[in-house]
């Protein structure tokens, strides 16, 4: 099989996680139980799980000039991402998420962006031969989002497929719906954007028909222990969630769009690429951690 090209647009962050019983109260101190740094950012996430599935992969992101930036500048060396296009800024700090993890393996998650947003629509059309040579392309909303405009509008020129991870939620202009093949909030997200709750596998049906509704071309609703929903003009179904026992599901949802890149770019069929995705996903949430939790193609026991 040809090895699929996907070019992301994306945000590098330092994970800075602790881990606790329970999560403090407003003016409660508590005492955690560890603390470790990973590697994460949705962008590079999702890059990261794309290319350990056996993409060719390249990156657009921005760090800083500083020691988080470093460490991950080689991180994307070693993880095999085309680099070409990740710079450096004098201006702004490599982007950090504070991570709290419960015994429950839920997490809650402060951003704080730094060199993310430091990324503009002239860094985006310095990638233009990426993106036109791309299989696929994804992006999220970590980075601002008049440069994921722009990454999605010269995809779309190029006639190449495009994925839209709309996370975190933010309101969003009309036009950045036909800008996107696939759509993919998750339920918070999707309830934002919707204007409704999006609680059930009913609800992420009628979001998803609002989404097709305003131009995109068709819509992944992410439900976590849900599941699944995909929504067209003339196809909808449910994917269920595989049943795991979860240490941390910080990147999961991640997991699961950097695999439905990996295998869209690689010719499958929607059905294939979101059961495919939700394996993966079920397997990350068993281990700690973003990219530290994902598996290979080869530990996913794929039959082909
Ligand atoms: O989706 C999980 C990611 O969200 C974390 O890695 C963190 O960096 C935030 O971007």
Not at 68 to 97: H, R
Request: net charge negative; proline share 4%.
């Amino acid at each position: 099989m040809k090895q699929p090209k996907i070019c992301v647009a994306g945000s590098s962050n330092m994970d800075l996680v602790t881990s606790v019983k329970r999560m403090p109260l407003p003016a409660e101190t508590i005492h955690g139980i560890d603390f470790h740094t990973f590697f994460g950012g949705k962008g590079a996430n999702q890059a990261i799980m794309a290319a350990k599935l056996g993409g060719r992969v390249t990156m657009i992101a921005k760090v800083g000039n500083d020691g988080f930036g470093q460490q991950y500048l080689e991180n994307y060396q070693k993880s095999g991402l085309v680099t070409d296009y990740v710079s450096v800024t004098d201006d702004a700090p490599t982007g950090i998420a504070a991570i709290t993890v419960d015994a429950q393996g839920q997490n809650s998650i402060i951003v704080v962006s730094g060199a993310n947003f430091a990324i503009t629509p002239a860094d985006i059309e310095k990638a233009i031969p990426a993106v036109r040579e791309a299989d696929a392309v994804l992006c999220q909303l970590e980075i601002p989002l008049d440069a994921t405009i722009r990454f999605l509008e010269i995809a779309k020129d190029a006639n190449v497929l495009t994925i839209f991870n709309s996370a975190p939620a933010q309101e969003l202009p009309e036009k950045i719906y036909a800008l996107s093949d696939y759509f993919c909030p998750n339920e918070t997200e999707a309830a934002l954007m919707a204007g409704f709750p999006v609680k059930t596998i009913e609800d992420a049906e009628k979001a998803g028909r609002l989404f097709i509704g305003r131009g995109a071309k068709s819509v992944i609703v992410t439900m976590g222990g849900l599941g699944s929903i995909f929504v067209s003009a003339n196809k909808v179904f449910h994917v269920p969630a595989e049943k795991v026992k979860a240490v941390d599901t910080t990147g999961a949802g991640d997991a699961y769009i950097g695999s439905i890149a990996y295998f869209l770019a690689s010719g499958a069929s929607i059905e294939t690429a979101m059961e495919n995705a939700t394996h993966v996903a079920a397997l990350s949430v068993q281990k700690s951690g973003a990219q530290t939790s994902f598996p290979s193609y080869a530990d996913c026991g794929f039959s082909v």
